[in-house]
């Protein structure tokens, strides 16, 4: 099993930029495939980026982050990075990564084909 922490989140200004971070223990991030979603109070959890690994890795973004937002992995440090630039408003939202083993998560959006979350970390974009 493996378990996910986050990090990175805080306070930023429009415009400027964010990288976050998934740690993983317990088992390697080579198989999984790991995405990250987010969700403010009261909304319903959303898409935002997904790795996918093995052999042939491959990405992908939601439409609101494409152009800005890129997903990574550091094989080394057994971590995936969010690197969040253009930071608009409509961002701030709590981050989490989620990894899955699933062969429908390479290339579903759905956060219900993710078995293993992290807490969750704050991105607050102020205007």
């Known amino acids: 099993q493996v378990y996910l922490t986050e990090s990175g989140g805080e306070v930023v200004q429009a415009g400027g930029f964010l990288r976050l971070s998934c740690a993983a223990s317990g088992d390697s991030l080579d198989e999984y495939t790991v995405a990250w979603f987010r969700q403010a109070p009261g909304k319903m959890r959303e898409f935002v980026a997904r790795?996918?690994?093995?052999?042939?890795?491959?990405?992908s973004y939601s439409d609101s982050v494409k152009g800005r937002f890129t997903i990574y992995r550091d094989n080394a440090k057994n971590t995936v990075y969010l690197q969040m630039n253009s930071l608009k408003p409509e961002d701030t939202d709590l981050y989490h990564c989620?990894?899955?083993?699933?062969?429908?998560?390479?290339?579903?959006?759905?956060?219900?084909?993710?078995?293993?979350w992290g807490t969750g970390t704050q991105v607050t974009v102020s205007s």
């Open positions: 790795f996918v690994g093995g052999s042939g890795s491959s990405t």
């Open positions: 989620a990894a899955s083993t699933s062969p429908r998560s390479e290339y579903s959006s759905l956060w219900t084909e993710y078995a293993y």
